[in-house]
């Protein structure tokens, strides 16, 4: 029985994990983080990297994660099961199935590594914006759940309510969780898929879409996550083309003092019907 | 027996499996593709793009590949096992794993799926370049064998060869097959790879770097590679950060008209020992 999902903060409600003894673990959906269809995408990878971090052989931090969207997760238990692939001197191979009544609706592959003190920069730059407090908290057109669990300050791109398209797909804002929680591997995982479809702002109103597949490099050391601890995370995302049905989400994810914690980029589906 | 690496097009002799009857394939590791260590990674990539394709239920074109790089390939044979995960109405889902004796070397989860006439845009801008022919061809202080398989023409960025730590990790380069061939998914997906190591640039001299985890998305529909043929295409990578041994390279390859045809991103383990 679950009993986690009542106390404590939602997000430890989604990562939650019940191992079973072997290499796999069970797991719910939990309400608040539910999104237009099952739950939200990036709960779903903080779940699987949880998994792998709980393994006894596990060696390193997370360094990379590949989760692929195969098929709604219904609401409910699901299962997880994960390999260990290869280890080697310092980074870690494993694969994951998210499974459900016997049917696969998540694939998933990760990296972990040891960090090592090698020559280091940081070349992204960071987009300039003002104090969070400066901004009004975002209001959301879109009915989903998992959104009310973070406080948004929309800096740039805020998503659109039947409007002409945007010039841009840019979006920045500040977010934190609402209630507050410290930041870790799983919550920063869950954070790479916290923007709305780029689409929405090509398009200038929302239209059915949804993410087949989301990469997330992890360029943080858990010293790192632990100083910016329940601050706001500057995140920016943009689309570099739409075509066929599909689009790409590139992503950043910045501490407050300027370290690019995370990488991420998304290929999204999407239908452009009124 | 193995008939096919004399005649053609080395690429061609990269992406020539032999089925197993079921869901997988033998391959060979092709000397002109050679890499540092083991084959090139772009060819690794693209021999597991062949095999989904021709899987007989395969449905629609490439639209996302992830190959991690778990450990490296040795020099002859090697087995790539494919697996359909699901089939959607649009898109389908696949993951590979390829081995050698028994021990797994590289996996991979794909997307494959049917493009729509609906609302497209290319947002990304195309970087400036003149005409290929007014650049010399690259020389490569690296005694890498794949990049004499590559016509390469530097704009910006080219190899260091112990300088000083260059300004920024960016390349920009037009690079055709030599000898020629037209453009295709597996081509496109072993092109993704091209790009040598950010973090020479950063370093101003090659260190021993290695990819970790590859992913591509695809945006080019077949029809659009089709009209590329065996011109250049323009080809541009730079890191975001690097730290802890480990740092992202995020592409770009476009056509000459334009056309942004795919979009890459890798994360890489480095050493900084001189």
């Given at each position: 029985m679950k009993t986690g999902q009542c106390t404590g903060h939602p997000l430890d409600a989604v990562?939650?994990?019940?191992?079973?003894?072997?290499?796999?673990?069970?797991?719910?959906?939990?309400?608040?983080?539910?999104?237009?269809?099952?739950?939200?995408?990036?709960?779903?990878?903080?779940?699987?990297?949880?998994?792998?971090?709980?393994?006894?052989?596990?060696?390193?931090?997370?360094?990379?994660?590949?989760?692929?969207?195969?098929?709604?997760?219904?609401?409910?238990?699901?299962?997880?099961?994960?390999?260990?692939?290869?280890?080697?001197?310092?980074?870690?191979?494993?694969?994951?199935?998210?499974?459900?009544?016997?049917?696969?609706?998540?694939?998933?592959?990760?990296?972990?590594?040891?960090?090592?003190?090698?020559?280091?920069?940081?070349?992204?730059?960071?987009?300039?914006?003002?104090?969070p407090a400066s901004y009004p908290p975002a209001t959301w057109p879109l009915g989903v759940a998992f959104l009310r669990n973070y406080d948004v300050r929309v800096i740039d791109g805020a998503p659109p309510e039947d409007e002409p398209p945007a010039p841009s797909s840019l979006s920045t804002f500040w977010v934190r969780h609402d209630p507050e929680r410290h930041l870790d591997f799983p919550a920063l995982a869950a954070l790479a898929d916290v923007f709305y479809p780029r689409?929405?702002?090509?398009?200038?109103?929302?239209?059915?879409?949804?993410?087949?597949?989301?990469?997330?490099?992890?360029?943080?050391?858990?010293?790192?996550?632990?100083?910016?601890?329940?601050d706001y995370l500057l995140a920016t995302a943009r689309a570099q083309r739409f075509a066929g049905g599909y689009f790409d989400q590139a992503a950043q994810l910045w501490s407050r003092d300027g370290v690019l914690l995370a990488t991420t980029n998304q290929i999204v589906y999407y239908k452009d019907s009124r």
């Open positions: 990562i939650d994990i019940r191992p079973d003894g072997g290499r796999g673990a069970d797991g719910w959906t939990v309400p608040e983080y539910g999104n237009m269809v099952g739950p939200f995408g990036g709960a779903t990878a903080a779940f699987i990297l949880q998994v792998i971090d709980a393994q006894a052989d596990r060696v390193g931090e997370p360094v990379a994660l590949t989760v692929t969207y195969a098929a709604p997760i219904a609401d409910g238990e699901f299962h997880v099961h994960v390999d260990l692939v290869r280890t080697n001197r310092t980074n870690q191979h494993w694969t994951a199935t998210l499974s459900q009544d016997g049917e696969v609706k998540s694939t998933a592959t990760a990296v972990f590594g040891i960090r090592r003190e090698v020559w280091s920069d940081i070349e992204a730059v960071m987009p300039t914006a003002g104090e689409v929405f702002l090509g398009l200038g109103r929302s239209v059915p879409a949804g993410t087949v597949s989301m990469t997330t490099y992890f360029h943080a050391s858990a010293a790192e996550l632990e100083r910016v601890g329940d």
